[in-house]
Structure formats: structure tokens, C-alpha cells
């Protein structure tokens, strides 16, 4: 057995580094995965996402994406998985805690998802803020007012 093989093995190296990927190659299939993601060929994309964690798995982008694909796919328990990951690096990452969320919501924990949304509502704005993060704020009160609504009835 090589040694590089071994260093894999034991867990000192990602499959990445091991199999002699280059940053740039993992940037070209993210991009191929963020373009299946947009044509909403969701499990085509889902696939190199996986693939990249195995790849890069400290990569907190490849999370969020999957947490975002699987929440489009209904599948609220393995976004959640993924969002959780993501948020683990970086619990200030307003798309994916606004995804988190709404994933919240569909379990019907409406504590969390307040919890969530309301960071997000309540995050500091600045005057030169990404379109991104204007429009998870427009959406961030949206599914508020559906977890409050559907709190009230339960």
C-alpha cells in the first residue's frame, strides 16, 4: 500500500488530496453541480455534491448545497442534516439558515424555525448588502408569518 493511500486510510487526508484532485478540478464540478442545480436537475446535482463532500468534506459550501437541494426535493431530514453541517462553520451564513428554517417549519419544529428566521430578520443590514441576502430577509418574513399561522393552529 502506498503511503498516500495509508494517510487516507487513517484519516489524515481527504479523498481529494489522495486521489491527486486540484483545487481548480473540485471548483469546475462545483460549478457543473451549481448549473444542474439552477436547470432544477436536482438529483443529477445532489449526486456531485455528495461526491464533492467525499472529495473536500470540510468544504461548507458542498453542505449548504445539498441542504438546499434536498429541501427542494422534500426531503427535510437530510437537508437538515447537511444545513446543520454548514452552520456548524459558519452560523452566520443567512441563505442556509433561512433554508434551515423553512426546513424547520416543514418538520413542524416551529421553535427552531422562528429561532432561525428571526436571526435572520433581525441580522445587521448594510447599504452595499448582496441581493442574496435581501431577498432570504424578503423570505425570512414570509416563512415567519407561515410558522406563526401554523403554530397558532397546532
Avoid at 484519516?11 to 489522495?18: D, E, I, Q, S
Avoid at 471548483?27 to 463532500?53: C, K, Y
Avoid at 441563505?95 to 416551529?110: H, I, K, M, S, W
Avoid at 430578520?121 to 430577509?137: A, D, F, M, T, V
Amino acid at each position: 500500500m502506498q503511503p498516500i493511500e495509508q494517510e487516507w486510510i487513517n484519516g489524515k487526508m481527504t479523498l481529494g488530496a489522495a486521489a491527486n484532485w486540484s483545487a481548480d478540478e473540485i471548483r469546475l464540478v462545483s460549478e457543473l453541480g451549481f448549473a444542474l442545480a439552477q436547470q432544477g436537475r436536482n438529483s443529477e446535482a445532489i449526486s456531485i455534491f455528495e461526491g464533492l463532500i467525499a472529495l473536500a468534506p470540510s468544504t461548507v459550501y458542498f453542505e449548504s448545497a445539498l441542504g438546499a437541494l434536498w429541501l427542494r426535493e422534500r426531503n427535510y431530514q437530510k437537508a437538515l442534516k447537511h444545513l446543520n453541517a454548514a452552520l456548524e462553520t459558519d452560523d452566520t451564513d443567512i441563505p442556509t439558515r433561512v433554508n434551515r428554517g423553512e426546513a424547520y417549519l416543514q418538520l413542524g419544529d416551529f421553535e427552531n424555525a422562528q429561532s432561525d428566521l428571526e436571526y435572520v430578520i433581525n441580522s445587521e443590514k448594510s447599504q452595499n448588502e448582496p441581493l442574496i441576502i435581501s431577498q432570504c430577509r424578503v423570505r425570512a418574513q414570509a416563512l415567519i408569518f407561515a410558522t406563526e399561522r401554523l403554530s397558532e393552529n397546532n
